[in-house]
């Protein structure tokens, strides 16, 4: 059994958080996706203004919205293939919250 400094022991159980390059990319991608999508959504939306981001107000409207942020998703997927659509799903839904 080693023994551990009380400074080795704090770090071990608190956990030593650090946000690494990768996560820093990501957080990057997800933050352009939002930016890239709300411009677009505010040029081609007529509805009101909720929790920050503009809302269509009819079909023609989503599908539109959804057609192109499907593509802003599919362009930064292509252009960063060392993170899954997974990972790159997930880091645009934390940026939302």
């Known amino acids: ?15 030593k958080f650090e946000i690494t390059d990768t996560d820093y990319l990501l957080v990057q991608l997800a933050e352009k996706y939002h930016r890239v999508t709300e411009a677009y959504d505010r040029t081609v939306c007529t509805g009101p203004i909720v929790h920050g981001s503009i809302v269509p107000v009819s079909q023609f409207e989503r599908e539109k919205v959804n057609r192109y942020a499907s593509g802003v998703f599919e362009s930064i997927a292509l252009e960063f293939p060392q993170f899954s659509r997974s990972e790159l799903r997930r880091a645009i839904s934390a940026a939302d919250r």
Do not use: R
């Open 1 to 15: 059994m080693s023994q551990f400094t009380f400074e080795q022991f704090k770090e071990l159980y608190e956990g």
